[in-house]
Protein backbone atom coordinates (compact mmCIF):
# COMPACT_ATOMS: atom_id res chain seq x y z
CA UNK A 1 0.00 0.00 0.00
CA UNK A 2 1.27 3.73 -0.73
CA UNK A 3 2.64 5.10 2.11
CA UNK A 4 0.90 8.62 3.58
CA UNK A 5 -0.17 11.36 1.00
CA UNK A 6 2.45 14.08 -0.16
CA UNK A 7 2.46 17.30 1.60
CA UNK A 8 1.56 17.64 5.47
CA UNK A 9 0.17 14.65 7.31
CA UNK A 10 -2.64 14.49 9.22
CA UNK A 11 -0.67 14.73 12.84
CA UNK A 12 0.15 18.38 11.50
CA UNK A 13 -2.83 19.63 9.07
CA UNK A 14 -5.16 18.87 12.07
CA UNK A 15 -2.62 19.01 15.19
CA UNK A 16 -5.49 21.46 16.82
CA UNK A 17 -7.90 18.67 16.85
CA UNK A 18 -5.66 16.15 18.21
CA UNK A 19 -4.71 15.26 21.64
CA UNK A 20 -2.00 12.96 23.41
CA UNK A 21 -2.71 9.23 23.65
CA UNK A 22 -4.18 7.57 26.44
CA UNK A 23 -2.01 6.24 28.67
CA UNK A 24 -4.46 3.91 29.82
CA UNK A 25 -4.90 0.79 27.91
CA UNK A 26 -7.19 0.32 24.89
CA UNK A 27 -9.69 -2.07 25.80
CA UNK A 28 -12.39 -0.75 23.37
CA UNK A 29 -11.42 -0.81 19.60
CA UNK A 30 -13.44 -0.77 15.98
CA UNK A 31 -13.45 -0.59 12.41
CA UNK A 32 -15.79 1.28 10.29
CA UNK A 33 -16.14 0.42 6.63
CA UNK A 34 -17.13 3.75 4.58
CA UNK A 35 -17.96 3.04 0.73
CA UNK A 36 -16.52 6.01 -1.27
CA UNK A 37 -16.63 6.62 -5.24
CA UNK A 38 -14.17 8.78 -6.68
CA UNK A 39 -16.11 7.73 -9.97
CA UNK A 40 -19.35 6.55 -10.87
CA UNK A 41 -20.56 4.86 -14.07
CA UNK A 42 -22.93 6.75 -16.19
CA UNK A 43 -23.31 4.24 -18.58
CA UNK A 44 -22.73 0.20 -19.29
CA UNK A 45 -19.53 1.94 -22.07
CA UNK A 46 -17.40 4.22 -20.92
CA UNK A 47 -19.31 7.60 -19.78
CA UNK A 48 -18.46 8.14 -15.60
CA UNK A 49 -18.28 11.37 -13.40
CA UNK A 50 -15.62 11.26 -11.43
CA UNK A 51 -15.75 13.15 -7.82
CA UNK A 52 -13.62 14.42 -5.11
CA UNK A 53 -13.98 12.71 -1.67
CA UNK A 54 -13.58 13.79 1.89
CA UNK A 55 -13.74 11.51 4.61
CA UNK A 56 -14.71 13.18 7.49
CA UNK A 57 -13.95 11.26 10.97
CA UNK A 58 -15.93 12.79 13.92
CA UNK A 59 -15.38 12.03 17.79
CA UNK A 60 -18.95 12.18 19.06
CA UNK A 61 -17.49 12.17 22.60
CA UNK A 62 -18.06 14.68 24.82
CA UNK A 63 -15.40 13.27 27.72
CA UNK A 64 -12.88 10.90 26.22
CA UNK A 65 -10.14 10.91 22.99
CA UNK A 66 -10.89 8.99 20.19
CA UNK A 67 -7.48 6.71 18.52
CA UNK A 68 -7.61 6.49 14.91
CA UNK A 69 -5.57 3.45 14.37
CA UNK A 70 -5.82 3.11 10.47
CA UNK A 71 -6.97 4.77 7.43
CA UNK A 72 -6.31 3.06 4.56
CA UNK A 73 -8.12 3.59 1.13
CA UNK A 74 -8.64 0.39 -1.14
CA UNK A 75 -10.06 0.34 -5.09
CA UNK A 76 -12.51 -1.56 -6.20
CA UNK A 77 -10.99 -5.08 -6.57
CA UNK A 78 -10.17 -4.35 -3.05
CA UNK A 79 -6.76 -3.74 -3.78
CA UNK A 80 -4.73 -1.27 -1.22
CA UNK A 81 -4.26 2.21 -2.30
CA UNK A 82 -3.02 4.40 -0.08
CA UNK A 83 -2.77 4.49 3.76
CA UNK A 84 -3.35 8.25 5.80
CA UNK A 85 -1.22 7.77 9.27
CA UNK A 86 2.31 6.70 9.55
CA UNK A 87 1.13 6.28 13.78
CA UNK A 88 -2.15 6.36 15.66
CA UNK A 89 -3.29 9.48 16.41
CA UNK A 90 -5.91 10.86 19.21
CA UNK A 91 -8.88 13.06 18.54
CA UNK A 92 -9.98 15.61 20.94
CA UNK A 93 -13.44 15.16 22.58
CA UNK A 94 -15.90 16.37 19.58
CA UNK A 95 -12.70 16.87 17.28
CA UNK A 96 -12.77 16.00 13.67
CA UNK A 97 -9.90 15.19 11.14
CA UNK A 98 -10.52 14.38 7.49
CA UNK A 99 -9.06 12.83 4.40
CA UNK A 100 -9.14 14.90 1.39
CA UNK A 101 -8.81 12.98 -2.64
CA UNK A 102 -9.12 15.41 -5.67
CA UNK A 103 -11.29 14.62 -8.53
CA UNK A 104 -8.25 14.27 -10.40
CA UNK A 105 -7.09 10.72 -8.45
CA UNK A 106 -9.41 7.68 -9.79
CA UNK A 107 -7.18 5.51 -8.38
CA UNK A 108 -9.70 4.17 -5.86
CA UNK A 109 -12.48 3.55 -8.89
CA UNK A 110 -16.42 3.11 -8.58
CA UNK A 111 -16.19 0.95 -5.59
CA UNK A 112 -13.57 2.53 -3.51
CA UNK A 113 -13.84 2.05 0.21
CA UNK A 114 -11.96 2.98 3.38
CA UNK A 115 -11.50 1.16 6.42
CA UNK A 116 -10.92 3.24 9.56
CA UNK A 117 -9.48 1.31 12.62
CA UNK A 118 -10.55 2.96 16.24
CA UNK A 119 -10.12 2.64 19.95
CA UNK A 120 -10.94 4.12 23.30
CA UNK A 121 -9.91 3.66 26.91
CA UNK A 122 -13.25 3.29 28.33
CA UNK A 123 -16.83 3.56 27.13
CA UNK A 124 -17.10 6.41 24.40
CA UNK A 125 -20.16 7.30 22.24
CA UNK A 126 -19.83 5.59 18.47
CA UNK A 127 -17.88 7.80 16.23
CA UNK A 128 -20.02 9.45 13.19
CA UNK A 129 -17.61 8.42 10.01
CA UNK A 130 -18.66 9.61 6.45
CA UNK A 131 -17.23 10.06 3.10
CA UNK A 132 -18.79 13.23 1.17
CA UNK A 133 -18.38 12.90 -2.59
CA UNK A 134 -18.73 16.19 -4.76
CA UNK A 135 -18.49 16.47 -8.43
CA UNK A 136 -19.83 18.20 -11.79
CA UNK A 137 -21.25 16.88 -15.13
CA UNK A 138 -21.79 19.82 -17.83
CA UNK A 139 -23.50 22.67 -16.02
CA UNK A 140 -24.69 20.39 -12.87
CA UNK A 141 -23.07 19.94 -9.63
CA UNK A 142 -23.26 17.00 -7.16
CA UNK A 143 -22.84 15.81 -3.81
CA UNK A 144 -24.07 13.11 -1.83
CA UNK A 145 -22.81 11.52 1.67
CA UNK A 146 -21.99 8.01 2.27
CA UNK A 147 -22.18 6.91 5.85
CA UNK A 148 -19.58 4.43 7.38
CA UNK A 149 -21.08 1.33 8.65
CA UNK A 150 -19.55 -0.43 11.78
CA UNK A 151 -18.00 -3.75 11.27
CA UNK A 152 -16.29 -5.07 14.33
CA UNK A 153 -16.10 -3.95 18.22
CA UNK A 154 -14.52 -5.14 20.87
CA UNK A 155 -15.11 -4.71 24.02
CA UNK A 156 -18.25 -3.04 25.32
CA UNK A 157 -19.87 0.07 26.44
Given at each position: ?AS??TG????????T?????????LG????F??P???S?????????????V??N?????????????????F??N???????????????????IE?F?????????????????????G??????I????L?GL????????????????????
Amino acid sequence: MASAQTGPGIEQRFATSLTALPSEKLGITGSFYVPAYSSVSLSEGRLRADFSVTLNIHNASETRPLVVRRIAYFDTNGKPVQSYLKEPVALKPFATIEVFIPTTDVRGGTGANFIVDWAADGPIAEPVIEALMLGGLGSGQYAFISQGRLVKVIGGN
